[in-house]
């Protein structure tokens, strides 16, 4: 038997789990844009180094190099990073809602299992007499689509006859 504080609980516990991806991705953000900042440092230590190579310094030049490899690097490892934790988040928040979806599935069965529960011994007749009726109502309706599908049949059946009975008519009425 579920109980109100266990569905509460319940609900709480999930959406502090929600709560929890939402601060990791907070997080992740943070980071992303420390990054981003890094980035920026080092277009302008690149840009600075880019001016003294061409004032004609080919001393530095590796290093300016290296640095632009580096820049490279990073972002590359930056949008892979991304990337990454766009895919992260995207699993996490199906996960979340598949979960959320199934705790409310099993919360709205158990409300409705106690309701019935409380319900007199007519009720419940009466309830599953329906759920009967509409099994019944089912069959019915597909015997009905069965049905119209035999008298299209037929109805074309019939319409080519009938057309062939006046195409042999009306060559008996020439002969």
Do not use: P
């Not at 992740?28 to 840009?47: A, G, N, Y």
Request: aromatic share 6%; proline share 0%; glycine share 2%.
């Amino acid at each position: 038997v579920v109980t109100r504080d266990d569905v509460e609980e319940s609900l709480k516990a999930v959406f502090q789990f929600v709560k929890d991806k939402e601060q990791l991705l907070q997080d992740l953000r943070c980071k992303i844009e420390e990054t981003k900042k890094k980035i920026s440092e080092k277009q302008h230590e690149r840009d600075y180094w880019s001016e003294y190579k061409n004032v004609g310094s080919e001393v530095h030049a590796e290093k300016i190099s290296s640095l632009e490899k580096d820049i490279a690097e990073v972002k590359y490892e930056l949008e892979r990073t991304e990337e990454h934790y766009r895919e992260a988040l995207k699993v996490v928040r199906e996960e979340n809602q598949k979960q959320f979806d199934r705790h409310m599935k099993l919360l709205s069965e158990a409300a409705l299992k106690k309701a019935v529960g409380y319900l007199d011994k007519s009720c419940r007749r009466e309830i599953e007499e329906n759920a009967w009726l509409k099994e019944e109502v089912k069959i019915y309706r597909k015997e009905e689509m069965d049905l119209i599908a035999s008298v299209q049949l037929l109805e074309e059946e019939n319409t080519n006859l009938v057309a062939k009975l006046i195409d042999i008519k009306l060559q008996h009425l020439r002969v």
